[in-house]
């Protein structure tokens, strides 16, 4: 929907992404043509059933690709591992 009618969030304040990759081309989408509109990216492993992280977007320059997933939660830890499961940055 972002990608192909961005303008259908117009009168959406918050637009709540999910999933580990979300294509920063539709995000920017959403921002230039709604500008009131903040879009979240979030990530969550299934056992949290919604999300652990969150980064929130309000400025179509500023999203970066890939969009990461985001800081933790208040209250909340997150580490993020490499493929030998290493703590990364």
């Known amino acids: 929907?972002?990608?192909?009618?961005?303008?259908?969030?117009?009168?959406?304040?918050?637009?709540?992404?999910g999933g580990d990759v979300i294509s920063p081309t539709a995000v920017r989408r959403v921002l230039e043509h709604c500008p009131d509109t903040v879009v979240r990216s979030t990530y969550g492993p299934t056992e949290t059933t919604l999300f652990a992280t969150q980064a929130p977007w309000t400025v179509a320059d500023a999203v970066p690709a890939p969009i990461p997933v985001g800081r933790p939660l208040d209250g909340m830890r997150a580490y993020i591992l490499d493929d030998v499961l290493s703590l990364v940055p």
Do not use: D, Q
């Open 1 to 17: 929907m972002a990608e192909e009618e961005p303008g259908c969030f117009k009168n959406v304040r918050e637009v709540i992404t």
